[in-house]
């Protein structure tokens, strides 16, 4: 891996580790979020100007074995999308013959790294959210067990939604772009790359709508609300990604 991308690297991990960190406020976890994915996107901006294919890193796929709560396939996928990646899902057998879920990031490896590192930052989240919530509600296990799982789905919704949305705020449709070779046309290329290496290898990814069981209203729209409130980020406000654009 090159000098600079390597760097670029370990400065993207350095602060998603400390918006990781327990200590961390939120308005810490918040910018070194947003750090984080203006460093990513003008490493992506960057790459798109290099024709060298031995310097572009290739698309590959990387494999993690998950839980099987699809609230959190929603976070992965919707984040996944947004650095550049793809996210689908199969299963295995593992030692002892039981069937696992499996997580599927597709992409270049700078972006799956920190694609991985954010998945597990929002799903983190939403579980200290709901043991926050829930921690001093009387009531036995399998009661606190249920109302966790629809504040979870409830966070989890809404935070994949927001995410979603900031995806289609970072890439609106091009055809009126004056400048093509803009973020947006960076993603669009790297889908198209995602596409045509899914097609190669024979991988046809098919969405499917998965199922929620809402077993308690009252906690699955608390955990809404909570969702509302997570820090994205990630974000790169709108201005510096003009600003950023009509500079090239």
């Avoid at 669009?188 to 069981?213: F, H, P, Y």
Wanted: glycine residues 6%.
């Amino acid at each position: 891996m090159p000098e600079e991308k390597e760097s670029i690297l370990k400065r993207i991990q350095k602060l998603l580790k400390m918006s990781q960190e327990n200590g961390a406020s939120e308005n810490e976890a918040m910018l070194a979020a947003e750090k984080a994915q203006k460093l990513l996107s003008e490493h992506n901006l960057s790459m798109s100007d290099v024709k060298d294919d031995t310097v572009i890193e290739p698309i590959e796929k990387e494999s993690f074995d998950v839980e099987r709560d699809n609230w959190r396939g929603w976070i992965q996928s919707a984040t996944a999308k947004l650095y550049f990646c793809q996210m689908y899902t199969s299963s295995r057998m593992n030692e002892k013959y039981r069937q696992v879920k499996v997580a599927i990031f597709v992409g270049r490896k700078s972006n799956r790294i920190v694609a991985k590192s954010m998945c597990d930052y929002f799903i983190n989240t939403v579980i200290r959210l709901a043991d926050k919530e829930f921690e001093t509600v009387p009531g036995s296990k399998s009661e606190i067990n249920r109302m966790k799982q629809a504040f979870k789905l409830g966070c989890a919704s809404r935070l994949s939604k927001r995410i979603k949305d900031r995806w289609l705020e970072l890439v609106p449709d091009y055809k009126g772009i004056e400048n093509p070779d803009g973020l947006p046309m960076v993603y669009k290329n790297e889908q198209k790359a995602i596409t045509d290496w899914l097609q190669k290898q024979g991988i046809r990814v098919v969405s499917k709508k998965s199922s929620m069981n809402i077993r308690d209203r009252a906690a699955y729209h608390n955990g809404k609300a909570a969702g509302g409130g997570i820090g994205l980020d990630t974000q790169v406000n709108n201005a510096s990604i003009r600003s950023r654009m009509l500079s090239r």
